[in-house]
Structures are given as C-alpha cells and as structure tokens.
C-alpha cells in the first residue's frame, strides 16, 4: 500500500513540476519556480508519510501523547480538588454576605 501510494504521488508531482517549470520566462522565475514546486513537495510529503508509519513508528509517537494526557488528567484532577476547597470557602463567604451583609474578604477575592 505505502509503495502504491508513492508510485502514484511522485509521478504526479513529477509531471507538475515539469510543466510549471515549462512556463517560467525568466532565469530568475524559473529558479522560484523550481523553488516552490520543492516547498510544495515537502507539503506533500507532510500529508503522506503519516499515512506510511509502521506500527514500530506510531507507537513511538503515541507514547508521548499518551503521556501528555496523564500529566493533562492529573492537573485537572488537582484543579478540582482545589476549587472543591474553594467552593466551600466561597458558598461561606456568600452566605455572609447575604445574611450578614458582609463584604467578602480580600483574600477570597485573591483566591
């Protein structure tokens, strides 16, 4: 599958690089041509080759991701801890103020 898709693309991308390059009048305009028909391969290959990974490759880029999702649930695992303290703090500190008239503290304000 990977080698039929590479038959096919480069071909193209041959073949397309050949005729825009036909149409440059200038030196200078062909060398850009040439120029943008290799950054627009590199685009190409960008799209494809993630397509091409072996398994041995995906589960090299996988690892890190996975990992990044842990380290992402933890700090939201923290987070909610936190704000579980602090709606305790804060469910006080409105109840003052309705009752009590009370103006919420500055340090709940801060926190």
Sequence with gaps: MNRLLLRIVLPLLILGSAGSAALAQSS??????IIQEKLRRLDLLNLILPVLMT???????LKPIDAARKAKRDLEAKELELLKRLEREADAAYKNGVEKQQVVPGEMIGK
């Excluded at 200078?28 to 041509?33: A, K």
């Excluded at 398994?55 to 880029?61: A, I, N, P």
């Design 28 to 33: 200078d305009s062909f060398r850009v041509t």
């Design 55 to 61: 398994r041995d490759q995906l589960g090299e880029v």
